[in-house]
């Protein structure tokens, strides 16, 4: 199978052609490796390969399931995959093996994928670029000078380098969202409690986190949440049934959404000219297709809820290295970690159990404060970053402080950690490319469990702007 074959393809049509016999697996698998043999030296996306696996697979494919027979990438954190390497981008578990498949993995893996890869993740996911001691930086197919972003920055690179259709992201703050803006790329943070994180956790840092998948287009990412979704026993989280599956959503007829915008970050953040630009594109093309728009946001407690999300991340990281270094029955040493690790878990010992509780608290007031406006609102439109791309030189692994980090970092997201906080659905869309033909991801979130209307409204938007064949230059 020759490359432009390969890539006019997203995950449904290669299945599609597998399952009629109009191509192998294993001819699809070879077409994706061959692709990461040519293009990873150049952006560093991918941090282990096991072609022997991958290739072994190809023969008894499960072609009769959704994505039989296609190749796919997940995200070096958490997500293990039983006998592949695990490192979470640190040099501590470097060498780690999996001794298990993680829920997640398993449902990808009956859906018929071939895992050929994992990819690049900042150290423990703490960075919005991707830049690691140990593996280096990953940078942006659209433009190699600039970041991929960050934390799920390899499965991006990846995918908008062709390398496969669709891979795993995961995403506590916009690490589904950023990497998929920066690239040009469609990426959905589910509803919390949507996709399970057992059987060894019950949830990532106080319920920020979650978990699905980086796209070309919206119909696999329909198609992929209708493949994992589900309550696991054990789950500390739920969230409402679909009344249908997520795929059906993508051909459904289109609702008249009430279409809030937001102009300034909600934790008062500045947007760059061009990304204000976007905003206005965006609005006009929703007003186009018949939505009513108004300039409306909830208004947020940016004190309160910044000094939550340090709690909440510093005292996890700080969990995390000490269970760490129990396992391996030693004492932390220098080089271990990187600099911004060591802040975030030093940082710890400022908060109190009482710290903890009071941003458990915030977050779940934020929760009912954005009920409260989805009642007003269907959708919240703006931009996924502050400015435009990242570039390499504004990596974030060096800062001698987590709160210095968590401030940079707040800067230059104006919205995706708040969907996080809430558990609220929000997704990037490709949508603006300004001259300099670097994509500027526009964010649309919706209310607790509201998926069906972020893949209807995606549907429509990827019709009325056709992003599938944009694809980058690479040298």
Not at 95 to 116: C, E, L
Not at 136 to 141: A, F, I, Q, S
Request: charged share 20%; with cysteine.
């Amino acid at each position: 199978m020759y490359f432009n074959e390969y890539q006019d393809q997203d995950a449904l049509g290669l299945a599609r052609l597998i399952r009629k016999g109009e191509v192998s697996a294993s001819e699809v698998v070879l077409a994706a490796l061959t692709r990461a043999d040519a293009i990873n030296p150049k952006i560093n996306a991918i941090v282990s390969r096991r072609d022997d696996v991958a290739l072994a697979q190809t023969y008894a494919p499960l072609i009769k399931q959704p994505f039989g027979g296609v190749p796919f990438v997940f995200k070096d954190l958490d997500c293990w995959q039983e006998g592949w390497l695990a490192e979470s981008g640190s040099k501590l578990w470097e060498g780690f093996v999996a001794p298990i498949d993680f829920t997640y993995t398993k449902r990808v893996k009956k859906a018929g994928f071939i895992p050929i890869a994992r990819t690049a993740t900042s150290e423990f996911g703490l960075s919005i670029s991707t830049d690691t001691t140990l593996c280096g930086l990953t940078r942006n197919p659209w433009g190699l000078e600039h970041s991929a972003g960050g934390s799920s920055g390899g499965t991006a690179a990846a995918v908008a380098a062709g390398i496969v259709p669709m891979g795993h992201g995961s995403d506590a703050g916009g690490s589904i969202r950023i990497p998929a803006a920066t690239c040009g790329l469609f990426g959905l943070k589910p509803t919390r409690g949507r996709n399970p994180l057992g059987p060894l956790l019950s949830e990532g840092w106080a319920g920020l986190a979650t978990q699905h998948v980086i796209s070309r287009t919206v119909r696999d990412s329909a198609a992929m949440l209708d493949a994992t979704h589900g309550f696991e026993l054990g789950d500390p989280y739920c969230c409402p049934s679909p009344t249908r599956p997520f795929l059906a959503e993508v051909t459904a007829k289109p609702d008249k959404l009430r279409v809030a915008y937001h102009m300034i970050g909600l934790g008062e953040q500045q947007l760059d000219p061009v990304n204000k630009a976007a905003i206005h594109d965006a609005v006009s093309l929703l007003e186009d297709m018949g939505h009513t728009v108004e300039e409306a946001f909830p208004m947020v407690n940016t004190e309160i809820l910044s000094k939550a999300m340090l709690a909440i991340v510093s005292t996890n990281q700080k969990q995390m290295l000490d269970n760490r270094y129990f396992q391996l029955g030693r004492e932390a040493e220098y080089g271990d970690v990187e600099p911004m690790t060591i802040a975030f878990a030093e940082y710890a010992a400022k908060f109190s159990a009482i710290d903890y509780a009071n941003a458990i608290f915030a977050f779940h007031q934020l929760g009912r404060q954005f009920g409260e406006f989805f009642e007003r609102y269907d959708i919240l439109v703006s931009t996924v970053l502050s400015d435009p791309l990242i570039e390499i030189k504004t990596t974030h692994t060096e800062y001698a402080t987590a709160k210095s980090v968590l401030e940079e970092s707040w800067q230059a997201m104006p919205v995706t950690q708040f969907f996080n906080m809430t558990g609220c659905p929000a997704m990037s869309v490709p949508l603006f490319w300004p001259a300099q033909n670097l994509p500027i991801g526009i964010h649309i979130g919706a209310g607790f469990g509201r998926e069906d209307m972020l893949l209807r409204l995606a549907s429509q938007l990827e019709k009325a702007r056709p992003w599938f064949f944009r694809r980058p230059r690479l040298l």
